[in-house]
């Protein structure tokens, strides 16, 4: 009795042991309630062993295994705990291990079998989905969550959730296990989204499914990463037919907000003069774009930038866009927002019309644009745009709707929630995106299927960075005249359009372009540099060195182009998609 005892109780342990080592060896790998279930039915059976009166071995461990597997029914008559012995030391230990285990395994019993017919319902639920277009979740949080309510309505789509273990109030067909593990039909129109909390599981995953699925046709997948090495990984991987579209949330963030809310709003004369307090995470990414967004016709560009670490961000923003700090005016102020140093240096920013607040958290973010208000209405009476990046989606709805006590509003615009990225269309059926395609279809019309503008995420990034610019152009052009609705300034920007306009444009593109490729890190490569790499990389931009020759101002791009076209072999107009950009905007696209 003593050793099937202790001999059972190995066999727990021995199962405990072994999965703790593999959940830490293999992530993927779960808690199985089978071997749990199998390691009970063995214990069972060690323990009624020595209760059986069978003198033939070889009987009574088939009798007492044919006992444990009746146990799972509930039905097995229990007489035989009568003969354990209580009198000895471990009597009353083997009796109870005993019980729990006739308890336990038939719970464990009917768990396992309801998860089982659960995984049948769901793949057959699945097979039955084959002509409808399915959206793939790699995980249930609150941003999927966001997003598959913004879908569950769409007609003739079904969602899909993988590593679901929660009821959840959408319909959806739900799977307990890795969205890498899931069969899906060969035909079905399928958008994946890697979104876990887990960026490197997000894309390994996606790694994962290329792999697997890369011959496929109709399939998408949305990956949730911010790291700047995912678009140097997945530009240099095989992708077949799939197309992959990297979300950085930090971005997106920002390109919706330069959208939303442009940089001209609130203009004193003909600057855009743009305060940037706090320059981590999101600063940093707003600075970056604001310095191609705000470049436009006849108007001067001035950032300001206080932050408690500005000292450091200077030297490394040196380091990651070495031709950006020298051709721009931007200052960096080393003080608290609220030090004397930084109070005075705002007293003489008259002119500043657009601000950005980002700082440690939303409290912070709050209280510093609140005072800001104050300060701009108190000292200079203007209200400059004030934003401030709000994760919570309560807190952004309550600040948008913030009063004094009079019932003045504050005016101050609460972005970056999920909510925001999430909900509404800034990754699904987005606008700005499906204006960039026809950006991109503007220079290159024979990329029908946009496979050269998915084959590289610069493609995709710079032509979205182009059609957030148009509105921009537009209001340089009307100035007084420009509204809200974007087709009403189009048509009257058609009726003023003239071969000048046109002009000061194009040179306008190229230098919004120009800023835009300093601010991701290029620099200029004069041609001669370029023969000595081109005939070895047979392009004259070296990517991964980032060195572009067209990094020239406007009135030198003639020249340049000539040289390049002699060292090519090739005719090389730098000026090309310039123009073919602002003819699309005048003549074929609509925004």
Same mark, same amino acid.
């Given at each position: ?165 929660? &009821?959840? $109030?959408?319909?959806? #067909?739900?799977? /307990?296990?890795? =969205? ?6 060969? !035909?079905? %129109? @399928? ?115 206080? &932050?408690? $670490?500005?000292?450091? #961000?200077?030297? /490394?923003?040196? =380091? ?6 020298? !051709?721009? %005016? @931007? ?115 024979? &990329?029908? $299927? ?19 610019? @148009? ?121």
């Amino acid at each position: 009795m003593k050793i099937s005892f202790l001999l059972s109780l190995a066999v727990i342990i021995t199962t405990i042991i072994i999965y703790i080592l593999l959940l830490r060896k293999m992530k993927k790998i779960r808690i199985n309630i089978f071997a749990f279930f199998i390691s009970g039915i063995i214990c069972i059976s060690i323990l009624i062993f020595p209760l059986l009166e069978y003198k033939n071995i070889y009987l009574r461990i088939f009798a007492s295994f044919i006992y444990a597997i009746r146990c799972i029914g509930m039905g097995q008559e229990l007489s035989l705990l009568s003969k354990i012995d209580l009198t000895v030391s471990n009597g009353y230990l083997y009796f109870i291990l005993l019980n729990f285990l006739f308890l336990a395994v038939p719970a464990l019993t009917v768990t396992f079998i309801v998860a089982y017919l659960e995984k049948i319902l769901a793949s057959i639920k699945l097979m039955l989905s084959r002509n409808k277009k399915l959206y793939v979740f790699s995980e249930i949080n609150s941003r999927s969550l966001m997003l598959a309510k913004s879908l569950e309505n769409k007609k003739n789509s079904v969602i899909v959730f993988s590593n679901n273990r929660k &009821d959840i $109030n959408i319909k959806a #067909i739900n799977f /307990n296990k890795e =969205v890498t593990d899931i069969k899906f039909n060969s !035909n079905s %129109d @399928i958008t994946f989204y890697m979104i876990s909390n887990n960026e490197e599981k997000n894309l390994n995953d996606t790694l994962e499914l290329i792999d697997k699925y890369k011959n496929r046709k109709k399939t998408k997948i949305y990956v949730i990463n911010q790291n700047e090495e995912t678009p140097i990984i997945l530009d240099s991987t095989d992708k077949g037919k799939i197309t992959v579209e990297i979300i950085s949330e930090k971005e997106r963030a920002i390109f919706n907000l330069l959208n939303n809310k442009p940089l001209f709003l609130n203009t004193v004369g003909n600057t855009i003069s743009i305060l940037i307090v706090g320059c981590g995470c999101i600063g940093h990414e707003f600075l970056k774009d604001s310095i191609w967004c705000g470049i436009m016709p006849n108007y001067k560009l001035k950032i300001l930038v206080i &932050d408690t $670490n500005a000292n450091i #961000i200077k030297e /490394n923003l040196s =380091v990651e866009m070495p031709e950006v700090l020298t !051709n721009y %005016d @931007i200052d960096f102020i080393n003080e608290d927002i609220k030090s004397n140093k930084a109070i005075n240096i705002l007293k003489s920013k008259h002119d500043i019309n657009y601000i950005l607040v980002s700082m440690d958290n939303d409290d912070k973010n709050i209280d510093t644009a609140i005072t800001l208000r104050r300060f701009f209405l108190r000292e200079f009476d203007r209200e400059p745009v004030i934003n401030l990046f709000i994760e919570n989606e309560y807190k952004q709805e309550e600040i948008l709707r913030l009063s004094n006590e009079k019932g003045y509003a504050y005016n101050l615009n609460a972005f970056g929630s999920i909510k925001d990225l999430y909900f509404k269309n800034s990754i699904i059926d987005s606008k700005l995106e499906n204006l960039a395609t026809k950006i991109h279809l503007s220079y290159d019309s024979e &990329d029908i $299927n946009l496979e050269r503008y998915n084959l590289r995420e610069y493609n995709k990034r710079s032509s979205r960075a182009c059609a957030l610019h @148009i509105k921009y152009k537009l209001y340089s052009v009307l100035g007084d005249k420009y509204t809200s609705d974007m087709e009403e300034n189009q048509k009257l920007f058609r009726s003023m359009y003239s071969k000048d306009i046109e002009n000061m444009l194009i040179e306008n593109e190229h230098n919004r372009w120009l800023a835009y490729t300093r601010s991701i890190g290029y620099v200029y490569v004069s041609p001669r540099e370029v023969e000595k790499y081109y005939q070895k990389n047979k392009h004259y931009i070296h990517y991964l060195a980032r060195r572009h020759p067209a990094l020239v101002e406007f009135d030198k791009l003639d020249d340049v182009s000539k040289r390049l076209s002699v060292i090519t072999s090739k005719n090389i107009d730098l000026k090309e998609s310039d123009k073919m950009i602002i003819k699309s905007i005048y003549k074929s696209i609509n925004l």
